[in-house]
């Protein structure tokens, strides 16, 4: 899923930094000049879940613009109300609901520098 999106994403010329799970991220993250503009994430990951690595982003990005996915979740209603203000994406989703997401979360507030 992953490299799809990523497929899809550079379809659309944005950069796309990868990771293969939460510590890569976190890693990603550190190693970078310059910080993401939207983070895309899924909810259940081995290791780091997607929950805690979007805590732990926030906690050294305070305004940090996320699109949570995941192929079991249909909704956020149970979610911990600090990380409710996060868009979400269920899986399966087409191609241009992904990048209709992505636009919409590029052109919110929260994405500006």
Request: net charge negative; hydrophobic share 45%; proline share 6%.
């Amino acid at each position: 899923m992953r490299l799809l999106i990523e497929v899809i994403l550079r379809a659309q010329n944005w950069t796309v930094v990868s990771a293969e799970g939460g510590e890569d991220a976190l890693e990603a993250l550190k190693t970078h000049a310059h910080p993401p503009a939207l983070v895309i994430c899924d909810v259940l990951m081995p290791g780091v879940d997607g929950l805690d690595l979007v805590r732990r982003m926030c906690g050294r990005m305070r305004d940090l613009n996320v699109i949570f996915i995941s192929g079991r979740l249909s909704d956020v209603s149970w979610w911990p109300t600090d990380l409710r203000e996060h868009r979400f994406l269920a899986k399966p989703f087409e191609n241009t609901q992904l990048v209709s997401a992505v636009r919409d979360a590029l052109a919110s507030p929260e994405a500006s520098p």
